[in-house]
């Protein structure tokens, strides 16, 4: 997860001496994770042979870990505008391992701008081509994503080395491309305002000025 903290310098009278300021880190994304780690996966692993052979997802890099399902939705477009803050990936991937740790980083990439991480998920485990050790997320975005259409990047990582064993984003894969998506700063609700023309009465000061009328009417008749 990408995050940011606040330095400042402190000026004296000898010079410019760094002092650090511990301000909370800001957080680009805030996000729930949900994942299986059945205990005997390993058991009753399913093959899922069929699947890869109607349709492989294609990667940029693969090391004995690949993709093999990815699904993607969006929610929350206050002012619909067509861009949302809300996005949910969830993914399986195999590995030709019977076990292997891993965590995952997620990040977004618009055209002519810096990828940005959104979250480094915590430790899962996955078991051989079994279908029961997807991962998801569940991610709300706070803030750095103005309104634009974004490629999704998933990394796979091995928890005890570091190595990156499987890679893919919208430059393998159309549907990771092109998200419409935007952060909470941006996602405001329209607001409609509406005015009253001040050329013309409404009926209340209509009647209020008949109500004059009539009283004056009253006092020139008694």
């Known amino acids: 997860m990408r995050k940011f903290w606040l330095v400042s310098l402190f000026v004296v009278s000898s010079g410019i001496v760094p002092f650090f300021t511990l301000a909370a880190p800001a957080e680009i994304a805030s996000t729930k994770e949900s994942f299986k780690l059945p205990s005997e996966v390993a058991k009753t692993a399913k093959s899922k042979t069929a699947l890869r052979t109607n349709g492989v997802l294609i990667q940029s890099v693969e090391n004995n870990v690949w993709f093999d399902t990815i699904d993607?939705?969006?929610e929350s477009d206050l002012n619909d505008n067509g861009f949302y803050h809300g996005l949910y990936v969830r993914f399986d991937a195999d590995t030709n391992y019977s076990s292997v740790p891993v965590y995952a980083h997620f990040a977004l990439k618009?055209?002519?701008a810096p990828e940005v991480i959104i979250h480094t998920s915590s430790v899962f485990t996955?078991?051989?081509t079994s279908t029961e050790?997807?991962?998801?997320?569940e991610s709300e975005l706070l803030h750095s994503l103005p309104p634009a259409y974004y490629d999704l990047v998933i990394r796979v990582y091995d928890?005890?080395?570091?190595?990156l064993l499987a890679e893919i984003s919208g430059f393998d894969e159309p549907a990771l491309a092109e998200l419409p998506l935007e952060d909470l700063s941006?996602?405001?609700p329209q607001v409609i305002v509406v005015e009253e023309d001040s050329g013309s009465m409404g009926w209340f000061s209509l009647l209020g000025l008949i109500g004059i009328a009539l009283a004056r009417r009253k006092l020139r008749s008694a």
């Open 110 to 112: 618009r055209a002519g």
């Open 159 to 163: 928890a005890d080395y570091n190595d």
């Open 133 to 137: 050790d997807w991962f998801a997320i």
């Open 186 to 188: 941006y996602d405001k």
């Open 126 to 128: 996955l078991y051989g």
């Open 72 to 74: 993607i939705s969006f």
